[in-house]
């Protein structure tokens, strides 16, 4: 769920790096793994670019800073869905320089790549790694030399085409920015609009007159952070063209069949910022109806609970931990403080990472646990990596009961659009009922929301949403073309121990070719035994 900006400046002398810089730190809890900037200065027409592995904070140095010139650009932070995590070259923006200079950042994640890669080398084009934005980029570039024009010449029908022969050949789910050296940035999202796209404008006034900024990205946040005015969201399928003179030029592609606005339910549960606005949906204001629907299904289950105070799962699950306890008129404390320091567990690649960062995550203050029945909200429990740990901690702190409740159902199924969920196995609500789930987690009971619930509680807020991508609750897939054989080739490729197989040999490969002297019997960078011990502790991690 990685976060996507495209910034353009109307003052010919602006530089867009420190805003982008700002953005992508307003973004960052939806990728941690790779972050990345790239300018063009527009008068020189020279791209700039830097990007690589880790937080902005440190993939960002002063003296890249300083080398991004240029008024227009486009940032990224990554959390992979394809490709592996760690691999610094499928770090976004991405580049291809034919036609014209062409930059991409991608949210989500394509479902026809193998199809794609064939027709990509066939059309003499040549891909280099894993990653679906890869090949996104090479579709979009190959669609914009169909016209065969030289810049200056190009039009904003030349790029509505273009985006219009990418939504005709790349399924899933995207929301995408592209910047074309010279020529100006272009957003678009799926026929679906699976992944959220917002843009804004800011004007300045001068002496000659009024000019404006332009800004696409992810969240409405962005633009809260740099002073613009959120115009609204791109809608699904269409094309939104800002071209270097400051003129915005829109188009409505062509819909497949079948196809119309459902937002990812998660990002209203999870991902997205609760001070957002996602297609008209304030999220604070949805999770605040989540925490109401959740106490009232408590209220039905469980009429004579004996429930003593009510601590949300830090950091998401506040809000509608907040309401959910109001409802219940219920006290609301806060019984697990979070190290502010340590970034977002589930986003983090491999289950042995993630286990273990919980613990250093989150702390209990003892006062609120001792003797009480709690109950804990989360915001979803997915491979339940968090509610085991804070289960036990909960009891460990001298809770009496403790009681477990999720503002999302059962996360059950894979998602193929931008959650890095590849596969049903290593979800802690796969084939098991709530109460097995309890019993796992040792909970005393586990309560989920429901998914019509669920829905509700976003539609209460936006009416005019007609559906949702709910896929992980429900197994659904909004896009019609996802196949057992797909899900089993997802799962082949993306389970925790084939990408913990696949990075340790990368890492081989990397030791080896660093040093060229060493002898074979001399012992490798990591030894097979921790090898395999750090694969073992991953699966341990499952239990
Ligand atoms: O069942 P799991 O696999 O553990 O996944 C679900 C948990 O992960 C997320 O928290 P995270 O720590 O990523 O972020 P947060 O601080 O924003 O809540 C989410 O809010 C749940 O707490
Ligand atoms: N979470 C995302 O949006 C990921 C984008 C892209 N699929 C990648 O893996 O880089
Ligand atoms: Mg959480």
Not at 466 to 481: A, H, L, M, N, Q
Request: net charge neutral; proline share 5%.
């Amino acid at each position: 769920m990685c976060g996507i900006v495209g910034l353009l400046l109307a003052a010919e002398d602006g530089h867009a790096n420190q805003e982008l810089f700002d953005s992508l730190t307003a973004l960052q809890h939806r990728g941690q793994d790779a972050a990345g900037i790239v300018t063009c200065d527009t008068a020189a027409r020279r791209l700039f670019m830097r990007k690589d592995n880790g937080l902005c904070k440190d993939v960002f140095q002063q003296h890249h800073m300083m080398q991004l010139r240029g008024r227009m650009g486009l940032a990224h932070c990554r959390y992979p869905t394809a490709g592996g995590a760690g691999l610094s070259e499928e770090a976004q923006p991405m580049y291809t320089n034919y036609p014209f200079g062409v930059c991409l950042a991608h949210n989500g994640n394509l479902t026809n790549v193998r199809e794609l890669k064939e027709t990509v080398f066939a059309e003499a084009r040549h891909i280099n790694t894993d990653s679906d934005s890869e090949l996104l980029i090479n579709v979009f570039a190959k669609e914009l030399t169909n016209h065969d024009k030289r810049p200056q010449d190009v039009t904003p029908e030349d790029i509505f085409d273009a985006v219009g022969g990418v939504i005709s050949r790349c399924e899933g789910g995207y929301a995408v920015v592209v910047m074309i050296n010279g020529i100006g940035i272009v957003g678009f999202r799926d026929p679906n609009g699976i992944r959220p796209l917002v843009f804004g404008t800011r004007e300045k006034t001068k002496a000659g007159g009024t000019t404006k900024d332009y800004v696409v990205s992810s969240e409405s946040v962005v633009m809260d952070m740099l002073g613009f005015k959120l115009n609204r969201d791109v809608a699904p399928g269409e094309c939104v063209f800002v071209d270097v003179k400051g003129n915005i030029h829109t188009h409505q592609c062509q819909l497949p069949d079948g196809a119309s606005l459902s937002p990812c339910l998660f990002e209203y549960v999870y991902f997205a910022r609760p001070d957002s606005v996602l297609d008209k949906v304030p999220v604070y204001e949805a999770r605040l109806n989540m925490g109401a629907k959740l106490a009232k299904r408590i209220r039905e289950k469980y009429p004579d609970h004996d429930i003593d105070v009510v601590l949300p799962i830090p950091d998401t699950a506040r809000t509608s931990a907040l309401q959910c306890a109001y409802q219940l008129g219920i006290p609301y404390r806060e019984g697990f403080i979070k190290n502010r320091y340590i970034a977002r567990t589930f986003i983090m690649p491999g289950q042995a990472k993630r286990k273990k960062t919980v613990r250093l995550k989150l702390n209990t203050i003892r006062s609120e646990f001792v003797g009480k029945n709690v109950l804990l909200v989360d915001d979803s429990i997915v491979r339940g990596t968090t509610s085991m740990e804070l289960v036990q901690m909960a009891r460990e702190a001298g809770a009496r009961k403790v009681y477990l409740t999720s503002a999302a159902p059962p996360v059950r199924f894979p998602n193929v659009y931008g959650i890095d969920i590849p596969t049903k196995t290593e979800l802690v609500a796969h084939n098991r009922t709530s109460e097995q789930v309890a019993e796992r987690t040792g909970a005393d009971w586990v309560l989920y929301q429901q998914l019509e619930d669920l829905e509700a509680a976003v539609r209460e807020v936006n009416p005019d949403i007609p559906r949702f991508d709910s896929s992980c609750f429900s197994g659904e897939y909004v896009t019609g073309d996802i196949s057992e054989e797909y899900l089993e080739h997802l799962h082949a490729m993306r389970n925790d121990s084939t990408l913990c197989m696949k990075s340790m040999q990368m890492l081989n490969v990397s030791s080896s070719l660093k040093s060229p002297k060493r002898e074979p019997s001399e012992a490798p960078l990591l030894t097979g035994g921790a090898r395999q011990e750090s694969c073992n502790s991953l699966n341990n991690g499952w239990g």
